[in-house]
């Protein structure tokens, strides 16, 4: 597939086209845009403890220190992807602060979905795959105080313009980009500008709803429901048949034993096609 990119896809983002066609609730009021940060999770975090509000969005050309989920680090090169932090201050109980994630996965699939023909697969808890290689990965941090979450943020990068050649070699063959699943280059102001809708979409609809109205789209993009898979966690692994999730976002997984267990945090390792 051709994947030439020209200058103009090396061009920074129109931010300017972003904030005139938002037409949100919540979201993306005000944006912080950053040619280069060590990482927008942390830029956010110190925004949000300093009174940043709800819906603030940091968004960065590239990053020096991405963050990725159990201590990774994410690979940002500049202008060729998207990485965005929102600062959040849901009115949910903290045990229920994993369905930012997971509110977070469904806004992200079906953004994916509107820039290529390919199914778009939601691996829990926070990956988002297509052809079973990553395309983007979502990194949700909280600060509670008891009883209360006083903000969360949701950290957010998609690889759009990687090319396989600028992929790091430690990645190369796990990860994927909409422009080398579809051969050409992606509009990365008009993606972000979607992302951000979707996210303010799925958003209220969380707030206002709850995340039974979002679960059955959750259940559409994973694709591993009836499988037998291995769930990696910090000092064991479990194997069984992953059932789905219940409400508070943790993995139901039957054992080999066939008793039912719910995981509230690892890794899912799929053990057949
Ligand atoms: C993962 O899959 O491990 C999560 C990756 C999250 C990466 C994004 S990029 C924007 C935001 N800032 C960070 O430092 N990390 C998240």
Redesign the pocket.
């Known amino acids: 597939m051709g994947q030439e990119l020209r200058d103009r896809d090396y061009a920074p983002l129109r931010l300017e086209e972003i904030q005139r066609g938002l037409v949100t609730e919540r979201l993306g009021k005000k944006i912080h845009y950053l040619p280069e940060v060590d990482?927008?999770?942390?830029y956010a975090r110190n925004l949000a403890e300093e009174g940043g509000l709800e819906g603030e969005v940091v968004i960065a050309e590239s990053?020096s220190r991405?963050?990725?989920?159990l201590g990774?680090s994410?690979v940002?090169p500049p202008c060729l992807n998207l990485?965005?932090?929102v600062i959040l201050r849901p009115k949910l109980p903290p045990l229920h602060a994993p369905q930012i994630t997971l509110m977070a996965a469904v806004a992200l699939a079906e953004t994916v979905q509107c820039f290529i023909p390919l199914p778009t697969e939601i691996k829990w808890p926070?990956?988002i795959l297509v052809g079973g290689k990553k395309l983007a990965?979502?990194?949700t941090e909280s600060s509670c105080d008891p009883g209360k979450i006083l903000f969360v943020i949701l950290?957010?990068?998609v690889n759009l313009n990687f090319s396989k050649e600028l992929m790091p070699e430690a990645i190369r063959e796990s990860a994927t980009s909409i422009m080398a699943l579809t051969g050409k280059p992606v509009n990365r102001s008009e993606f972000t500008l979607r992302l951000i809708q979707n996210l303010d979409r799925c958003y209220g609809e969380l707030e206002e709803e709850g995340f039974s109205f979002l679960a059955k789209r959750w259940a559409g993009f994973f694709r591993l429901k009836g499988k037998r898979v291995r769930v990696q966690m910090l000092e064991q692994a479990i194997l069984g048949k992953a059932m789905g999730i219940d409400i508070d976002g943790a993995l139901i997984l039957e054992d080999e034993r066939g008793f039912v267990q719910r995981i509230v945090a690892g890794e899912v390792i799929p053990m057949e096609a």
Not at 39 to 42: D, Q
Not at 66 to 69: A, E, L, N, T, Y
């Open positions: 990482s927008t999770n942390l990053q991405g963050k990725g989920r990774r994410w940002s990485y965005l932090s926070n990956d990965g979502i990194l950290g957010i990068g």
